[in-house]
């Protein structure tokens, strides 16, 4: 076989890199992954699961196979008490290993994922840091990884940090920063921050997870804006939720009460996803994945939107007719009559819930880094600590 065209040969040839989608989230569905701490030790534990997901979002178009690392460092596994049958180390090298079985099926890259850390939330050193990166670095190196990515920060600094370590191994690196329209929670503009980062060795910048497509869209134009009139180069990214969150504020979906349990009624469908692929690409983004939400259909949308610039359909549309056209064979004749684009582009879907409202009010607690409330510790949550939040929860509700 010959050898595949890395990342940065990709982008800079013009074409389209779709990432795949939110693990964390869809593994928790199925059962898999425990939301609070949301750490990926399922793959060590339950790595038949892992693969089959990556490989439905390599059968949906997904050209980029992300190791399930997400919050893969020691000191998240290991904080309020969450506890461990496998070390960091083996959860990111079995990760690495079915990221990469998977990839090699197709033409897919794979891509080590560091993000952000409880120890910066508690105010460590930048080189205590540093050094939680390098050792997750050490494993994707040893791994041999097509690139790297700094994804889900909600502060730039702690994301230049990550970006100047993961430049150490030599492999392309890209950075997405977890903030909106507003910037970052220091209040850094998206601007502002795209140029940190493109100054720290990132070679690709972009925005996933805590707000919706369209949101994630905006604020990668703004960045790309300040990126440009900085006078630097940069390739863009996207992976947003999939979920609708026009009611979020600078702290995103977490903010919303629905958090995280109860965010089924925002999720878009296959035909808003089509609409996201096509809005990213129009605005000049050529990698264009998911996060949170993100299922293999929700990519398969976006591969088949793009198709015309790809040039060919992914796997999983030979069970998918474009805009509905499998509908032809249904046995109902007003089903049949949805078979085409015109009806599904302009349908606006109910949520079937008529006494709920449209949007909800975020929390609003307003605390990041350096609050004493975001201080974490490796001991379990006390009763005592729960009991403040609670009675905090009910004063401000």
């Known amino acids: 076989m010959a050898p595949k065209k890395g990342i940065l040969e990709r982008l800079d040839a013009g074409e389209v890199v779709i990432g795949d989608g939110g693990f964390v989230f ?3 569905k199925r059962g898999y992954v425990k939301a609070g ?12 699961a892992v693969r089959q997901l990556h490989r439905e979002f390599l059968r949906a178009g997904s050209n980029v196979m992300q190791t399930f690392t997400f919050y893969a460092s020691d000191d998240k596994l ?4 969450n506890t461990q049958r496998f070390t960091g180390e083996q959860i990111n090298e079995a990760a690495c290993d079915l990221a990469r079985e998977v990839a090699d099926e197709g033409d897919a890259l794979v891509a080590g994922g560091v993000s952000q850390t409880p120890s910066y939330l508690s105010c460590k050193s930048e080189e205590d840091v540093k050094a939680i990166f390098k050792k997750q670095i050490d494993v994707f190196v040893k791994k041999n990884v097509d690139f790297l990515i700094a994804e889900y920060f909600e502060h730039v600094e702690e994301a230049e940090w990550a970006v100047q370590v993961l430049k150490t191994s030599g492999k392309p690196v890209a950075a997405t920063l977890c903030i909106g329209p ?5 209040g850094v503009s998206p601007g502002e921050c795209a140029v940190k980062l493109v100054k720290a060795g990132a070679n690709i910048v972009g925005i996933n997870c805590h707000f919706d497509p369209e949101t994630c869209v905006k604020t990668v134009k703004l960045m790309k804006e300040g990126v440009e009139k900085a006078g630097l180069k940069a390739h863009y990214m996207t992976q947003p939720l999939g979920y609708h969150t026009p009611d979020c504020n600078r702290q995103g979906f977490i903010d919303l009460p629905e958090f995280p349990f109860a965010l ?9 996803m089509q609409k996201y692929a096509r809005d990213a690409y129009n605005a000049g983004i050529r990698y264009i994945g998911g996060c949170c939400g993100f299922e293999p259909y929700h990519i398969r949308a976006v591969s088949e939107e793009l198709e015309p610039e790809r040039g060919f359909l992914p ?11 499998g509908l032809e064979l249904h046995t109902k004749p007003w089903v049949r009559a949805r078979a085409r684009r015109e009806y599904w582009e302009k349908l606006q879907p109910a949520s079937g819930r008529p006494f709920c409202p449209s949007m909800s009010k975020p929390d609003c607690w307003g605390v990041t880094k350096g609050h004493a409330e975001l201080m974490q510790q490796k001991e379990a949550t006390s009763k005592e600590q729960l009991k403040v939040l609670f009675d905090k929860a009910t004063q401000n509700a």
């Open 26 to 28: 869809a593994l928790e």
């Open 78 to 81: 290991e904080n309020r008490g």
């Open 315 to 325: 796997a999983g549309s030979e069970k998918h007719g474009k805009w509905g056209t």
């Open 182 to 186: 507003e910037g970052d929670l220091n």
């Open 37 to 48: 701490p949301w750490t990926p030790e399922a793959a060590a534990e339950y790595p038949e």
């Open 264 to 272: 089924e009624p925002r999720i878009l469908t296959r035909w808003e």
